[in-house]
C-alpha cells in the first residue's frame, strides 16, 4: 500500500496572490480612513454642539437683560413665584424653549425659576463674574442638572449692575444632536467605503491581469532570477520603454556598447550617437540577425516589441567569429596558392631537369636566376617603400596570392611609409580588407591590376587601393561602408558586408576618414585618412667620428 500523503496544515495570515493581497489592503486602507475621517469629523462636532449651545445660551441672556423693566422690577418687587420679573422670565423661556432662566439680585437671590420652590434662595453655582460686569459661557451642573450655561450682567438704566441673568441649555439636548448626527455620518462612511472598495477591487482586477495572478513571493523569485541571468549570460540585453528610452542595460550590453548606466534613461541616439547600431535598437531597421559595428566589434542584433509599446534587443558579439571567418579566407587563398605554386614549382623543376640532361648548364643558370630574382625584385620593392615589417609582410604575401589569381599587385611608386606606426594592427586591418575587396573584384578579368600606394604626410598616413574592375555606382558609395551591405554572396561560414564598415569606423575612430571614387582609366579608388597614425620623427643621430688610435711611447 501507498503511504498516506501527510496532511496539509492550515496556513492562517494573508493570501498569497497579489490580487487577493493588494484587495484585502486598499479595503483595509479605505475602512481605516473612513473610521479615521468620521472620529476626526466627530471630534470636532462635539465641541462645535457646545459651542452653539453656550453661545445661544448666552444670547438668550443678553436678550433677557435687555428687557426694559426688568431691573426696575428686581429692584421695586419681591421675589415671587407670581411676580413681575418671574412672568418675564418664563415668557422668554417659553419662546427660547431654554432649560431655565434664572434672574438674581447682586446677592444671588433668586428672583425667577423654572421651579418656583427655588425662588429666593440663593443660586447653586459662583455668580460672581457676572455680578463683576463680566460675561460667562460654561458648562457646569446645577440644580437641574448638567447643562451648557451664559450668564451676563443686569444693569439699571445708569448703567450700573443691580443683579444677573443666567440661561442654561439642558446638556442633553446637546448630546441628542450629537447622537442623532451620527447616522448620517455613517452613512456617509458606509458609502465612501463602499465606492473605495469598490474602486480597490477594480483596481486589484487590474493587477491581477497585469501580474498575472503570482504571489508576491513569485514576483520576487522572478526579479531575482532575471537580475542573475541578465548579468549572467554573454549576451548583451537593451530594454526600452514604450517612448524609445533605454531603461535597461546589462553588463555585456555596456561591455559590447562601450556605455555606461548613464545611457539609462536616454534614446539610442543621445547614448550612442547616430548611426546604424542606434537604428537597429530604435527599431528603423528591421530583420533578423541584423549585423552592426561599434568601434572595433561586430555584433548581430535582433529586436523584440513587447506588450506595453516597448521593446527588447538582444546583441551577441561577432568579431572573434568575423576574425576566424577572415583568417579561414586568407589560409584557403594561401593554400590555394600554395598548391598553385606547386604545381608551377613542379613545371619549373622538370624545366630545369630537361635542361641539365641536355647539358645546357649555362640556361639551366639563367632560367634558375629569373625564377628567384623574380620573387626577391618583389620582396625587395615592398620593404624598400614600405618599412613596417607587418604591413611589408603583408603585402608581399597579398602579392603571391594575387600572382596566383592572375592579378597583378604593384606597390606605388610614391609608396613611402617609414617605420613610426603607432598602431600597426589597424592599418594591417585597413590594408588587408581593401586588397581582398580589389582582389575580388577584379579576379577573373583580362588585365586585371591592383595598385596600392601608403605614404606619410607629417604624422597622417594616407593609403590609396586602385583596381581596374567595374567600379562602385555614385548611389552606392556610401551605402558599401554600411555594415552588413554587400552585393557579393556570402560563404558558409560567416556574413559579409562587414569589411568596409571596419575599415572606416577605425579611420573615423582616429579622426580620418574612408572614401571612394572612380580611379583614373575606370574601376575603383579607395582612400583612407589617418590623421596622428605615425610618431613625430625623432632626431637623427649625430655622426660620431672615431678618434685616432693613440699609439703607445716607446720605452726609453
Do not use: C
Not at 423654572?114 to 455680578?131: C, E, F, H, N, R
Not at 441673568?165 to 456617509?188: E, F
Not at 546589462?250 to 537604428?279: F, K, M, Y
Not at 588587408?432 to 607629417?458: I, M, S, W
Amino acid at each position: 500500500m501507498s503511504p498516506t500523503p501527510p496532511a496539509r496544515r492550515l496556513r492562517l495570515g494573508l493570501p498569497r496572490r497579489v490580487f487577493s493581497q493588494v484587495l484585502l489592503m486598499q479595503v483595509a486602507i479605505a475602512a481605516g480612513v473612513a473610521v479615521l475621517a468620521t472620529g476626526l469629523f466627530l471630534a470636532p462636532l462635539s465641541n462645535q454642539l457646545d459651542d452653539q449651545a453656550m453661545r445661544r445660551a448666552l444670547a438668550i441672556a443678553q436678550t433677557t437683560a435687555q428687557q426694559p423693566d426688568l431691573a426696575q422690577d428686581l429692584r421695586d418687587t419681591p421675589p415671587s413665584p407670581n411676580g413681575p420679573v418671574q412672568q418675564e422670565a418664563e415668557r422668554i423661556r417659553k419662546a427660547t424653549r431654554a432649560e431655565y432662566i434664572v434672574v438674581m439680585d447682586w446677592r444671588g437671590v433668586r428672583w425667577s425659576h423654572t421651579d418656583k420652590k427655588q425662588i429666593g434662595g440663593i443660586v447653586s453655582t459662583d455668580p460672581g463674574q457676572a455680578l463683576a460686569g463680566k460675561e460667562v459661557m460654561e458648562i457646569d451642573s446645577g440644580t437641574l442638572g448638567r447643562s451648557a450655561r451664559g450668564k451676563v450682567p443686569l444693569r439699571d438704566s445708569d448703567g450700573s449692575v443691580v443683579g444677573a441673568v443666567s440661561v442654561g441649555i439642558a446638556y442633553d439636548s446637546v448630546r441628542a444632536r450629537l447622537i442623532h448626527a451620527i447616522p448620517g455620518l455613517l452613512a456617509y462612511a458606509g458609502g465612501a467605503l463602499a465606492v473605495g472598495a469598490m474602486a480597490a477591487w477594480l483596481i486589484s482586477r487590474r493587477v491581477h491581469r497585469q501580474t498575472r495572478d503570482l504571489a508576491f513571493s513569485d514576483i520576487a523569485a522572478l526579479l531575482s532570477e532575471r537580475e542573475a541571468m541578465l548579468h549572467g549570460i554573454r549576451e548583451g540585453v537593451v530594454a526600452l520603454d514604450r517612448t524609445g528610452r533605454i531603461r535597461l542595460l546589462n553588463d555585456e550590453a555596456q561591455r559590447l556598447l562601450s556605455i555606461g548606466d548613464a545611457a539609462v534613461g536616454r534614446s539610442p541616439d543621445e547614448a550612442l550617437g547616430a548611426g546604424r547600431t542606434s537604428d537597429v535598437l530604435a527599431g528603423r531597421v528591421t530583420g533578423t540577425d541584423l549585423l552592426t559595428v561599434r568601434g572595433q566589434r561586430v555584433l548581430v542584433a535582433n529586436r523584440m516589441p513587447t506588450d506595453d509599446g516597448g521593446a527588447v534587443a538582444t546583441l551577441r558579439d561577432r568579431t572573434e567569429l568575423e576574425q576566424l571567418g577572415r583568417e579561414l579566407d586568407s589560409t584557403r587563398g594561401l593554400i590555394d596558392a600554395l598548391r598553385a605554386q606547386d604545381h608551377e614549382h613542379a613545371n619549373r623543376m622538370h624545366t630545369l631537369l630537361g635542361l641539365l640532361e641536355l647539358e645546357m648548364y649555362d640556361d639551366a643558370v639563367e632560367f634558375v636566376g629569373e625564377v628567384v630574382g623574380d620573387h626577391r625584385a618583389t620582396a625587395e620593392q615592398v620593404t624598400e617603400r614600405i618599412e613596417d615589417p607587418l604591413l611589408a609582410a603583408l603585402l608581399v604575401g597579398k602579392a603571391t596570392v594575387a600572382a596566383e589569381r592572375g592579378v597583378a599587385l604593384w606597390v606605388s611608386d610614391r609608396t613611402r611609409l617609414p617605420d613610426r606606426l603607432i598602431d600597426p594592427q589597424g592599418l594591417v586591418t585597413v590594408v588587408g580588407n581593401l586588397v581582398d575587396n580589389a582582389l575580388d573584384a577584379v579576379a577573373g578579368k583580362p588585365h586585371a591590376r591592383v595598385e596600392v600606394e601608403l605614404r606619410a604626410e607629417g604624422r597622417t598616413a594616407i593609403l590609396r587601393v586602385r583596381d581596374t574592375g567595374p567600379g562602385i555606382p555614385p548611389e552606392h558609395r556610401e551605402l558599401i561602408f554600411t555594415a552588413g551591405w554587400s552585393t557579393k554572396k556570402p560563404p558558409a561560414h560567416r556574413e559579409r558586408g562587414i569589411g568596409l564598415s571596419l575599415v572606416r569606423r577605425l579611420a573615423e575612430r582616429q579622426g580620418g576618414s574612408a572614401t571612394v571614387d572612380e580611379a583614373y582609366g575606370g574601376g575603383a579608388e579607395f582612400t583612407v585618412v589617418l590623421p596622428e597614425a605615425l610618431t613625430e620623427p625623432g632626431p637623427e643621430p649625430a655622426l660620431t667620428v672615431p678618434s685616432a688610435p693613440q699609439t703607445a711611447k716607446k720605452e726609453s
